[in-house]
């Protein structure tokens, strides 16, 4: 595939991904208008919201219209949007799983001697108990009883 082809792929998905995010949001919106429109009794405000409503749902099809035109959003063939939807889904989990995974580090130069080892297996077990001795400290001087690190008691 050519740089430009590559480049040309990549602007397309992001447009798609804008337009998707526009349609999601105008839907909101609507929804939003027509439950306030139904929660209000004042006649200037019920008057307010319905063009508002209206606006946002013609902003909605104007939205949807630009995504089926460009085949990003397929309303009327079921089939090909679930088909679509399953491909984004598939892409999007391997990204997490991608991203998920610990990166490897170079271990070049990194040998750790025993005495470093050792000495990492020391740190652990002091900052626990200077940890626990410092909540057992906060505990008395505030006249409660110290809770067990795991305990599921809440004060």
Avoid: C, W
Avoid at 1 to 23: H, N, P, S, V, W
Avoid at 43 to 49: D, N
Avoid at 103 to 109: F, I, L, P, V, W
Avoid at 125 to 143: N, T, V
Wanted: glycine share 4%; proline share 3%.
């Amino acid at each position: 595939m050519e740089f430009e082809d590559i480049l040309d792929q990549a602007g397309k998905k992001r447009d798609e991904l804008i337009a998707t995010e526009l349609l999601v949001s105008s839907k909101a919106t609507v929804r939003a208008y027509a439950v306030a429109l139904t929660e209000t009794i004042s006649p200037e405000v019920r008057e307010i919201l319905k063009r508002q409503l209206s606006q946002a749902l013609n902003q909605h099809a104007r939205i949807a219209d630009y995504m089926i035109e460009r085949e990003m959003y397929h309303p009327f063939d079921l089939e090909k949007q679930i088909k679509k939807d399953k491909k984004k889904v598939k892409k999007a989990r391997k990204i997490v799983s991608e991203s998920a995974q610990p990166k490897k580090r170079s271990q070049k130069g990194k040998k750790r001697s025993v005495e470093d080892e050792a000495a990492a297996d020391d740190v652990v077990p002091r900052l626990e108990g200077e940890a626990s001795m410092a909540d057992q400290g906060a505990a008395h001087e505030s006249g409660r009883q110290p809770v067990e690190s795991g305990s599921s008691r809440t004060e």
